[in-house]
């Protein structure tokens, strides 16, 4: 962020009357006396005048970093049970918008017109999508009384504003080569899994590597998105583990919570060639990294998107 030096005289490249009582020739200073003390007063008034625009100015910066793109939605459709949505916006008319997103990972801000607080989203894309086809694509879940909750109840041709792209992303170069990095562990929860959905099909040598594990984290299959392309997933070199907190008896699956399922498979052939990227709920990725750092995981190779 670049930051403003304002001086406080208003005329910037002239100087103050208190420079000039000091630095002033003779015949000049003498004009700073008690008969200047009546102009004391004014001099006072103008500078707070000048300080008072100066910070109405300094608002009107700092709410004009955020550069607002008006986008309308393509699609808004059910991804999993009644909270979770697919949301795509078209950004086919603000190319610079669409190429801002170049790493999976990133997110942006999303606000409704008229509605005062934005929602923070990751893109579920791959970044090779708003370039070819012009859209963003978002896994939103649905929170009662928020602006996620009024955006998935809008419908086609509506207009959002979208922020610039954000965030550094995932840092893929950490665990590259890949024949460097044979084990990949990626971790998700919830609508975690949509910043990894952009991660795996923007690819990352998934094909390359010999052992690239998901551990994807839903409470039960009605409240797990993507499953429907968890095939192509795996066709890409991704083997996917569900784990369900609470499945139904029919469930033959891993059971519980992400981190208990790893620590129980972990098979960490070798530490120095392993990376891993996390998504999702905090505790989860507190736990993960642990269980990691403990089998010798540099952290450093431990990718988040924050």
């Known amino acids: 962020m670049s930051i403003l030096s304002l001086s406080l005289s208003p005329f910037p490249n002239y100087p103050t009357l208190s420079h000039l009582s000091s630095h002033a020739p ?11 003390t009546l102009l004391r007063p004014l001099h006072h008034q103008l500078r707070h005048q000048f300080r008072r625009r100066l910070s109405i100015s300094a608002a009107a910066v700092r709410q004009d970093t955020n550069l607002w793109t008006n986008a309308p939605l393509v699609t808004i459709s059910p991804a999993a049970d009644e909270s979770l949505f697919h949301v795509t916006v078209d950004v086919s008319d603000s190319p610079d918008l669409a190429a801002s997103h170049t790493k999976a990972g990133q997110y942006l801000q999303l ?42 109840g809008l ?27 044979q084990t990949v562990l990626i971790f998700a929860t919830g609508s975690g899994i949509s910043p990894i959905r952009s991660l795996i099909e923007a690819g990352f040598s998934a094909d390359k590597r010999s ?11 009605k409240r797990m998105a993507y499953q429907d392309r968890f095939e192509n997933w795996a066709s890409s070199g991704v083997k996917v583990v569900p784990v369900l907190s609470q499945p139904d ?8 919570f992400v981190q208990a399922s790893f620590a129980r498979a972990k098979n960490i052939f070798s530490p120095q060639s392993t990376g891993a990227v996390l998504c999702g709920q905090k505790q989860m990725a507190e736990e993960v990294t642990a269980l ?15």
């Open 26 to 36: 003779s015949h000049i200073q003498s004009l700073h006396s008690p008969s200047m």
């Open 111 to 152: 606000r409704i017109p008229d509605v005062e607080k934005p929602s923070f989203l990751a893109i579920a894309s791959p970044p090779s999508l708003a370039i070819s086809k012009g859209v963003f694509e978002f896994l939103i879940k649905s929170i009662s009384g928020s602006t996620a909750e009024l955006l998935c």
């Open 155 to 181: 419908q086609k041709g509506d207009v959002v504003e979208l922020s610039q792209v954000m965030g550094k992303g995932f840092d893929l170069d950490q665990i590259s080569p890949p024949e460097k990095y």
């Open 211 to 221: 052992d690239v594990r998901l551990y994807y984290g839903a409470r039960n299959l």
């Open 249 to 256: 008896d029919a469930w033959t699956g891993e059971r519980g």
């Open 292 to 306: 990691l750092v403990a089998d010798g995981v540099s952290t450093e190779k431990i990718l988040k998107n924050f």
